[in-house]
């Protein structure tokens, strides 16, 4: 992928996210529409996957046929939202090797604390898909892609649900390698660090905890 941010402006999308945002969405529907919109997002962040070609046998003849190429790609959950997007995109690409981050926001300075961290073998040689609903202030996603890159992984693409413009400038310059995905960039954060319009707490609306 070229562009650092790509905003996935599908009419479908679209319409998913802004029952989502809608306070009154139960945690049912929230879970069920993050599921849908997850496939859609991994249909765009997958659009330039290498390919190869295998010959096979059709019933009809014999062809070269495109195939994708490489190690399997290495999806990353970003505890714990990003579970939330994780299920949808291995349905897509149930190949797939997974990992965890477990990071939360200390809520006094927002900066992120380690607390988990299991990830598949070979980084290096994967495609690597971390996933995180929400890209508010950018520090815990910038903090997961250094434990990545500290892992080995080189080639890392970011999906995420929202992204506010302050998370989107902090992973520019933590990490202007890295691509990000989303179904929208909101207007900005406010001072507890949560976007604005925004869905409110992603992982709190997706389990129906507070
Ligand atoms: N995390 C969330 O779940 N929501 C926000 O608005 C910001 C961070």
Known sequence: MTEHLTIVTHPLVQHKLSIMRDKNTSTASFRRLLHEISQLLAYEITRELDMTTKTIETPMETMDAPILEGKKLALISILRAGNGLLDGVLELI????????????????????????????????????????????????????????????KNIRFMCLLAAPEGVAR????????????????????????ILPGLGDAGDRMFGTK
């Open 171 to 194: 992973m520019k310059e933590a990490h202007p390698d890295v691509p990000i995905v989303t179904a929208s960039l909101d207007r900005c954060l406010n001072d507890k660090g949560y």
């Open 94 to 153: 149930p190949a797939a090797r997974v990992g965890f981050v477990g990071l939360y926001r200390d809520e006094e300075t927002l900066e992120p604390v380690q607390y988990y961290f299991k990830v598949p073998e070979n980084l290096e040689d994967r495609l690597v898909i971390a996933v995180d609903p929400m890209l508010a202030t950018g520090n815990s996603s910038a903090a997961a892609i250094d434990l990545l890159k500290q892992a080995g992984a």
